[in-house]
């Protein structure tokens, strides 16, 4: 056995997806990068189960599945998310499902919702996990992207100026304060003082910094 075996793993994950191919070449990939992938399931009752049995970190759920490719993934996260809250969440969807994406987010942290397209990138892909894991969240940007687009007359965000602006696009996206610098080109200190500008003209009650950041989130997600 090799020292790159003895490792330990980035996490143990279960994977649910009735497209097998699919399915496989996302358990090859996590194994690839340091994932222990512990079951794969083809539909949610099997999925639950394995969540249940195997209580891993991660559990990548397609948000269609059998039997009747609806929504049963999306029931099988929110039941996930009930029974075992420190289990992290990625629900991978083939479209831009905005109720459905909205509905995630806001069950809380360690949860994701990224388009199957999004897999293909995977140096993207493998940081949504990373971020999941670590107790943040993600959202896919295209979909950031169209509810930006898509503003209602009564948008609560127009009083934030053009930067404010994309500095809660780039929280949306799950970034952190020193990611959202590096990739304005700002400092840290300038994104903090952006951020609090932000809570600030959205009117969020005191609370903590991470609550009020999730609730200006779903501000920002639900202003279309």
Not at 42 to 66: N, Q, S, T
Request: aromatic share 4%.
């Amino acid at each position: 056995m090799d020292a790159a075996s003895q490792q330990p793993a980035r996490g143990r994950v279960v994977l649910a997806d009735d497209d097998v191919l699919l399915r496989e070449g996302l358990a090859s990939l996590c194994e690839r990068v340091g994932y222990e992938v512990v079951g794969q399931a083809g539909d949610a009752v099997r999925l639950l189960e394995l969540v249940a049995a195997e209580h891993p970190d991660l559990a990548i759920v397609d948000i269609r599945m059998p039997p009747d490719h609806s929504t049963e993934g999306l029931k099988a996260a929110r039941t996930i998310r009930e029974r075992h809250p420190d289990t992290g969440i990625l629900v991978l969807s083939a479209f831009a499902e905005v109720e459905d994406a909205l509905e995630l987010l806001a069950s809380g942290q360690k949860v994701g919702y990224l388009l199957k397209s999004r897999v293909t990138v995977v140096d993207e892909f493998i940081e949504a996990l990373e971020r999941i894991n670590r107790g943040g969240s993600v959202v896919d940007p295209s979909l950031v992207q169209e509810l930006f687009s898509a503003q209602r007359r009564d948008d609560p965000l127009s009083h934030l100026s053009a930067r404010e602006r994309e500095v809660l696009a780039l929280m949306a996206e799950g970034r952190s304060n020193a990611g959202i610098g590096r990739r304005l080109w700002v400092t840290e200190g300038t994104v903090e003082k952006h951020v609090r500008s932000i809570l600030g003209k959205l009117s969020l009650q005191e609370d903590t910094d991470d609550h009020r950041r999730v609730l200006a989130v779903l501000t920002f997600l639900e202003s279309r």
